[in-house]
């Protein structure tokens, strides 16, 4: 399969945005007709919650090809890159079903993006303690990896510091950026009402065969029972090598101090307002 790029194609990819991500409207309708040739799989999860298992599931399930949809995997703010999905979308590559997990905040300009291309992006809602435990203990293991880290930096003294120091650090340099992510995919859920499918951690423990149907139908890519299980199974077997974490619930919890949990608690609760979340989010 070869891209087939008309002059509308090529001259989108080098049209900019307005300012704030938008796009001018007839430009826009044409990335909404674009956006509905081909489908694909976006899990838009924050770090550590389950993106690594559900993303390897995915591409099992439709024979999918994960791949990179920003400019560069440096941060994590990802904003998506328009010629990628340009190439996709016109029949170029990948050649198979795109596959792809990127951890974006629903932001105005990622919005835009979404809409115009008729995307349907997916979320995880996790305990905040648990993804952050799960975090510490992955850069623990891979403390030559600054990468991984959310649009900061590590200090050099940072590998010298206790747990408890180390926990401080994390919760104010990245909880801001989970609150903010939260936040927002949270906002843009109740006012497109079907355009995010959000998923719960608790309920991919349970039954991850079904989630994995409920993302795949909701990214317009529907796959029965018997091919999800089979998916899940040949996922699970592959855990090694695609680093997939322990999955403990309820581990952040028994290491975070009282305080560190009231400011998590805060950073949620107080500024951002997310109630409705709270059971998935900070579970007593």
């Known amino acids: 399969m070869t891209a087939n790029l008309d002059v509308e194609s090529a001259a989108a990819v080098f049209t900019l945005p307005q300012h704030d991500g938008s796009f001018d409207p007839a430009q826009a309708a044409y990335l909404r007709s674009l956006g509905q040739r081909r489908p694909s799989v976006m ?27 920003i400019h560069a995997q440096g941060g994590r703010d990802a904003t998506p890159y328009l010629p990628t999905y340009i190439l996709y979308l016109s029949g170029g590559f990948p050649h198979s079903t795109l596959v792809t997990h990127v951890h974006m905040q629903a932001l105005p ?41 959310l649009n900061s930096s590590i ?5 010298a510091m206790d747990e408890a120091a180390r926990i401080d650090f994390m919760i ?28 719960k951690y608790k309920d991919v423990r349970r039954d991850p065969v079904a989630m994995l149907q409920t ?14 299980a089979l998916a899940v199974e040949a996922a699970w077997d592959e855990r090694h090598a695609n680093h997939f974490n322990r999955g403990e619930e309820g581990r952040g919890r028994k290491r975070l101090s009282t305080s560190q949990l ?3 608690d805060r950073l949620l609760f107080g500024y951002y307002g997310l109630e409705a979340w709270r059971e998935e989010l900070l579970p007593a």
């Open 43 to 69: 899990l838009a999860f924050a770090p550590k919650a389950a993106g690594t298992f559900l993303r390897a599931s995915a591409i099992f399930a439709v024979d999918g090809q994960l791949t990179r949809v």
């Open 109 to 149: 300009a990622n919005r835009h993006f979404i809409e115009a291309l008729d995307l349907k992006p997916v979320i995880m809602l996790r305990p905040v303690p648990d993804m952050l435990i799960s975090y510490l203990d992955m850069l623990s293991s891979e403390p030559a990896s600054p990468s991984h880290w």
């Open 155 to 159: 200090p050099e003294n940072f590998y």
């Open 172 to 199: 104010a340099t990245m909880m801001p950026w989970y609150a903010s992510y939260f936040a927002t995919w949270q906002r843009f859920a109740k006012e497109r009402p079907g355009r995010v499918c959000i998923l």
């Open 215 to 228: 993302l795949l139908s909701h990214s317009g890519l529907p796959r029965s029972r018997e091919v999800c």
């Open 262 to 264: 009231a400011q998590i």
